[in-house]
């Protein structure tokens, strides 16, 4: 499954690298702790977080991680969206809160097996 | 698969205290190195970890440090010393969940406790050593499959 599989399901507003979209996700982490993405999360996985700031580009590209979906109607600040942009990690932000978009995630990779 | 190391190799990088800008500079460099060794995926996972988490807490705590790395046919070590607060009690630094981060760093999803032992659980030596009001230093050393 890609990441844009789910830009209708999450309402997900794209911020940067658009080209991202077309990477195919492994799973799903959500954690609003940076050292326990670092320790945990795998790549291939979408971050789900309501973090926005600049660091969060750093652990996504270190961790090789899918995409960041922000949550709760947050915004990345312009210094986020730079350096996203610069390294090609995928922001997206949506309305939901994290606990129903990942619950929307679950569903839609558990019924693809 | 064969790492391609024939001679050693060592490096440093310094880091600046407070730079959350750069953070994750130094330890994306040695990965990028590692990767064009080609050295083993969990290895360089678990390197990253660990590098990290030393170079985000001399920019958490730090005025400065320097995170320096020495690879081998064995594996790679890596020392990271700072010029910072230094650490009161180890002992309680090394428990899970202690931190003495700022509430502005803990709001960023830093200071959770989580940095040391992390570093600890992705080396194969860890050790810490760190004097009040003078600074830590840490040695890593990673074992190559």
């Not at chain 2, 810490?128 to 990673?142: A, H, L, P, Q, R």
Request: charge should be negative; hydrophobic fraction near 40%; aromatic fraction near 6%.
């Amino acid at each position: 499954m890609k990441l844009s599989d789910f830009v209708g399901e999450l309402s997900l507003e794209i911020n940067t690298c658009k080209d991202g979209l077309q990477r195919e996700i492994t799973g799903v982490y959500v954690s609003d702790l940076l050292s326990d993405v670092m320790a945990n999360s795998k790549a291939g996985d979408v971050w789900i977080t309501l973090q926005t700031h600049l660091n969060i580009v750093a652990v996504a590209g270190m961790k090789d991680l899918a995409g960041i979906i922000i949550v709760g109607g947050r915004k990345p600040p312009e210094d986020t969206r730079q350096k996203a942009e610069a390294e090609k990690i995928t922001i997206m932000t949506t309305p939901m809160p994290a606990f129903e978009a990942a619950g929307r995630m679950y569903q839609k990779l558990k019924q693809q097996g | 698969m064969p790492i391609n190391i024939d001679k050693e190799i060592e490096g440093s990088f310094q880091i600046i205290g407070g730079n959350f800008v750069n953070a994750g500079e130094a330890s994306t460099q040695l990965k990028l190195l590692l990767s064009k060794l080609g050295v083993d995926e969990e290895i360089i996972r678990r390197t990253a970890i660990a590098t990290f988490e030393a170079e985000m807490n001399v920019i958490i705590y730090a005025a400065a440090g320097r995170m320096h790395y020495h690879i081998t046919q064995q594996g790679i070590s890596i020392k990271v010393d700072d010029m910072g607060p230094g650490i009161e009690d180890i002992g309680l630094a090394m428990q899970e969940g202690y931190s003495t981060a700022p509430d502005w760093v803990r709001e960023m999803g830093w200071g959770a406790g989580m940095g040391l032992p992390n570093m600890k659980k992705n080396s194969d030596i860890f050790k810490i050593d760190s004097v009040v009001g003078e600074g830590t230093t840490i040695e890593m050393f990673i074992n190559f499959p």
